[in-house]
Structure formats: C-alpha cells, structure tokens
Nanobody, 117 residues
Framework: QVELVESGGGLVQPGGSLRLSCAGS????????MHWYRQAPGEQRRLVAA????????NVADSVKGRFTISRDNAKMTVYLQMNSLKPEDTAVYYC??????????WGQGTQVTVSS
C-alpha cells in the first residue's frame, strides 16, 4: 500500500525555484508529522523541513532557511516544499517522510532535484 507519493523534482538553474509535492493517504496525512529529507550522492540522508499537523508548526534546516518553505494543504492532503534561490549544493534526491515512531515510519519513493547551469 503506497502511503506517500512525491512529485515536482527536475533540473533547474542556480537561482531558480521548484516546488515539491507529497500526496499522502488520509490515514497518514491527518495524524502524522510530515518531513522532507534529502540525500546527496555519498552523503547521509538529512532532514530539510518539518511540519506538525495539529499546530502547523514548521521548522527548516539552517542550510535552507530563508530559501525553502514547507506547507500543507489539508483539502488536498498534500505537503509542499517550496524551494527558492536554489544552489548546486541543493542537488539531491528529496524524500517525503511521515514519522510517529519506529514502527510508524513511512517514506515516499524520492524525487531527484538537480541544480546546474
């Protein structure tokens, strides 16, 4: 059963923008905190942004603060990652994640973002 489906990745020039989407099943979207992670080649997967479902509290990593924004659309059961002023070092596979505990940890399939001229 597929719980999370990402879309929106692609190739963009430095300084450009992309918006990633993560569509969740109703069971996941309504009750789980949602996250975006990224993994560059040869590196560990790192947390980029998080949003809590109840309060809409958000947090983003220092490396993307001021450039990336996480948000959610409850009617569409979708979480977004708006990425502006993209840099080559933002190149990575981006993953959507819903996590409550070790037994309730769901991942999307990942979407490639490449920032290059």
């Amino acid at each position: 059963q597929v719980e999370l489906v990402e879309s929106g990745g692609g190739l963009v020039q430095p300084g450009g923008s992309l918006r990633l989407s993560c569509a969740g099943s109703p069971r996941i979207f309504r009750t789980y905190p949602m996250h975006w992670y990224r993994q560059a080649p040869g590196e560990q997967r790192r947390l980029v942004a998080a949003i809590v479902n109840v309060s809409d509290f958000t947090n983003v990593a220092d490396s993307v603060k001021g450039r990336f924004t996480i948000s959610r659309d409850n009617a569409k059961m979708t979480v977004y990652l708006q990425m502006n002023s993209l840099k080559p070092e933002d190149t990575a596979v981006y993953y959507c994640n819903a996590y409550r505990n070790r037994a309730e940890d769901y991942w999307g399939q990942g979407t490639q973002v490449t920032v290059s001229s």
